[in-house]
């Protein structure tokens, strides 16, 4: 008996990890996109469903950990959970390979430039100076690496997370 409440002390122990770690990435994404300016490409915005499913799913196993229902359920959550950001290293791997032109990336990276003025005295200059961003194009690179590098880790790091809190029951 004591075994089983240890298992599952670090199965809510993970959950929470992982859902803040989730929270934590598409906050970080949305901040760089709202407060640092960066305006974000078609997959970019992709990257961040998986999170979106994820965090919900996330709460969920919290919920079920605290409620304490059935093991399986909050195993299954965090399975979800898994699938979800491995969902996610795989768009982000596509997306990274696309920025190194490992590969051909979209055809289309549609995404509408923010940030043009409805002024129409300034709205030649926000054109020139203001660009739709590019799929094929690292916005920033730290270390090395672009945002899609980083969500790639991200990802696998939370998907690691998630599954070992899976295992745990």
Not at 27 to 53: N, S
Not at 68 to 95: C, F
Not at 114 to 143: M, N, W, Y
Request: aromatic share 8%.
């Amino acid at each position: 008996m004591i075994e089983a409440s240890v298992a599952q002390r670090q199965q809510f122990i993970l959950a929470v990890l992982v859902t803040l770690g989730m929270a934590a990435t598409v906050g970080g994404a949305l901040g760089f996109e709202h407060i640092g300016g960066y305006i974000p490409c078609a997959l970019c915005l992709l990257q961040r469903d998986p999170y979106y499913y994820g965090i919900p799913l996330g709460i969920l196993a919290i919920l079920t950990s605290v409620l304490k229902l059935p093991a399986w359920t909050t195993r299954t959550l965090l399975v979800l959970v898994g699938i979800s950001m491995l969902v996610g290293a795989g768009i982000g791997v596509y997306h990274a390979g696309a920025e190194w032109h490992f590969w051909e990336g979209p055809s289309t990276c549609a995404t509408t430039a923010q940030g043009i003025s409805s002024d129409v005295g300034d709205l030649l200059g926000d054109l020139d100076a203001k660009h739709a961003p590019s799929c094929t194009e690292a916005a920033l690179r730290v270390f090395g690496l672009s945002f899609a590098g980083w969500n790639v880790i991200a990802s696998l790091v939370l998907a690691a997370i998630a599954l070992r809190g899976a295992a745990r029951a």
